[in-house]
């Protein structure tokens, strides 16, 4: 169990920040074959798992420090972060990430989480409480491409196809991209047939930490339209503009 001290910790906000698709109703979060439930600021897990949920959580961090550097003068990022205080940029799998991100593409998040689900259930490990891992290279290589639509992935079938057979044939090493500079791994991720800018800057943010990426989707770019004159200010947030995007992401679509 973990007794969660930062301020900036919130499993609600977390789970609707639409960075992991594994965050359930009831508090359980699923990752790399194990499994937690976060109760407020308890994270109710096994101790051997203990110093796992702290890293995933990214609980080292001061995410107090992010906040205290926001430009006072940018009122709506400042209303952004003071809305979504509980969020911080969690450390994934970036094997799930690349999947769940290529199956993301124009998707609502309820839409996608029902997807990854029907995966995990067809090709992942039973896990306690009737849950499922998400399924390993090898396991989701087993996955037909008439599977794969019949599990709702649509135009993406093909893209997570090919993507699956190229990680668990080896032919793309997900492992050797950690050493990669951050424009260095973009562009290794989209080099994979489906994965554009948007969804290379979510696994380079969200499954190796590049806390610097900074993905546009519909809602950033409406954002920086509405709020910026069409350019944010990406330069007074230097190697950590993916918290800024988070707490931006979330502002607006939940306030």
């Known amino acids: 169990m973990i007794k969660v001290k930062a301020k ?30 976060v109760q407020g600021k308890i994270i109710e897990c096994p101790d051997k798992d203990n110093e796992f949920w702290a890293n995933y959580f990214d609980l080292k961090t001061n995410y107090g420090h992010f906040i ?8 709506f990022l400042s209303k952004a ?27 609502s998040i309820p839409s996608i989480k029902t997807c990854v689900e029907r995966l995990c259930k067809s090709y992942g490990k039973k896990l306690t409480g009737g849950y499922y891992s998400f399924p390993s290279p090898k396991e989701l290589s087993k996955a037909t491409m008439d ?8 135009y993406r079938a093909e893209y997570v196809y090919l993507a699956t057979k190229a990680v668990a044939s ?22 994979l047939r489906g994965v554009g800018d948007k969804v290379a ?22 954002t920086v339209d509405q709020h910026y004159g069409g350019h944010f200010p990406l330069e007074k947030y230097e190697g950590f503009a993916g918290v800024m995007q988070q707490y931006m992401f979330y502002f607006a679509r939940k306030a």
């Open 8 to 37: 900036e910790f919130d499993f609600v906000q977390l789970k609707d920040s639409g960075q992991a698709f594994r965050m359930m109703d009831d508090g359980v979060c699923i990752a790399m074959n194990k499994l937690c439930r």
């Open 201 to 222: 800057n979510c696994v380079a943010l969200f499954g190796y930490h590049r806390i610097e990426a900074f993905p546009i989707d519909v809602w950033i770019a409406r």
């Open 147 to 154: 599977e794969l639509l019949a599990a709702g992935l649509g």
């Open 68 to 75: 205290d550097a926001i430009d006072k003068k940018d009122k």
């Open 170 to 191: 080896g032919e793309f090493r997900l492992e050797d991209l950690h050493n990669l500079n951050y424009e260095e791994l973009v562009e290794s991720l989209k080099s």
């Open 81 to 107: 972060a003071d809305f979504g205080y509980g969020i911080r940029i969690l450390r994934q799998d970036p094997w799930e990430m690349l999947i769940t991100y290529i199956i993301s593409q124009r998707r």
